[in-house]
């Protein structure tokens, strides 16, 4: 029996098994932390100690199940001290090469100049009445590494957090050095992206072949070689509460009508959206 009962169990049709799902109820956030929460990011200034600086990156950026943040620690030696610092970049916007031959080799290479011990440097020497004076001027390490160990072309130096993540997220790297309550960011770009290419939707017979793309700074340049005036003035903001996607605003600075470019930006700071996928919502909203 128990053989033919298997038998007719296994052939016998059933009705599968419904599954449910409930979305748990979230549990309520006040909206005055929140609002607190987020004012106090966007104030947050760069901490003078390494370590600090690197926890708060590390909680910003989920560090532990984000794949693709990377953050490479060494040390620097200059003038006989050694610094702790680390690197913060988003693998696979970046162009290594640029890294590792503009930014991490000049600063992990210990020249003779990065040995020397001392603090100061000597401005200028005066002998009065015997008496050798030197006028000295105090060593100043930010200073130093902005013009002489970072050979990148495009260095700038942020204290806020919130604006030096945000050009991290666009692609740029960011170098965090111990006692230095600021960081320099680097534009060492490096993600594909389309190429120039005549546009499909807008076809022409005469005149340029060329097509806005996906990358902003590229079509932008695209104006620029067309426009050739220093009248052209080229604005960027951002729209999108989540997104932050850039938005350019161009003009002829001797041509336009002031009030009209206020009527933009004004209308474009208004726009209330999460993300901007396209210009078709910008159009649409305004």
Same mark, same amino acid.
């Given at each position: ?141 930010? $200073?130093?590494? /902005?013009?002489?160990? #970072?050979?990148?072309?495009?260095? @700038?130096? &942020?204290?806020? %957090? ?94 336009? $009508?002031?009030? /009209?470019?206020?009527? #933009?930006?004004?209308?474009?700071? @208004?726009? &209330?959206?999460? %993300? ?11």
């Amino acid at each position: 029996m128990k053989i033919l009962d298997s038998l007719i169990n296994l052939i016998t049709y059933k009705e599968p098994n419904e599954y449910s799902f409930v979305l748990p109820k979230q549990k309520d956030v006040s909206l005055e932390a929140s609002s607190s929460e987020e004012k106090n990011d966007k104030e947050q200034l760069v901490f003078p100690s390494i370590d600090v600086n690197k926890e708060y990156v590390k909680n910003k950026y989920n560090f532990k199940i984000n794949s693709d943040i990377k953050l490479r620690e060494f040390f620097i030696n200059i003038r006989g001290k050694e610094y702790s610092a680390f690197l913060l970049f988003i693998d696979g916007m970046i162009d290594s090469n640029q890294i590792n031959k503009f930014v991490i080799e000049p600063l992990m290479l210990k020249n003779q100049s990065n040995m020397s011990n001392t603090d100061e440097s000597i401005v200028s020497t005066a002998v009065t009445n015997n008496v050798t004076v030197k006028r000295v001027k105090k060593f100043d390490l930010k $200073n130093y590494i /902005l013009g002489c160990l #970072v050979p990148q072309n495009d260095v @700038s130096t &942020d204290t806020k %957090f919130k604006d030096i993540l945000q050009k991290v997220n666009l692609g740029n790297s960011a170098l965090f050095i111990d006692t230095i309550d600021s960081a320099f960011v680097i534009d060492a770009k490096g993600f594909d992206k389309r190429s120039v290419s005549p546009p499909e939707n807008e076809s022409i017979i005469r005149g340029s072949q060329e097509g806005f793309i996906e990358a902003i700074r590229t079509n932008t340049s695209l104006i620029r070689r067309i426009v050739n005036t220093e009248n052209l003035i080229i604005e960027d903001t951002t729209v999108g509460k989540i997104s932050n996607t850039h938005v350019a605003i161009c003009y002829l600075k001797n041509v336009v $009508n002031d009030e /009209l470019v206020k009527e #933009v930006k004004h209308r474009i700071n @208004s726009i &209330d959206i999460d %993300f901007l996928v396209s210009s078709r919502a910008i159009r649409t909203i305004n």
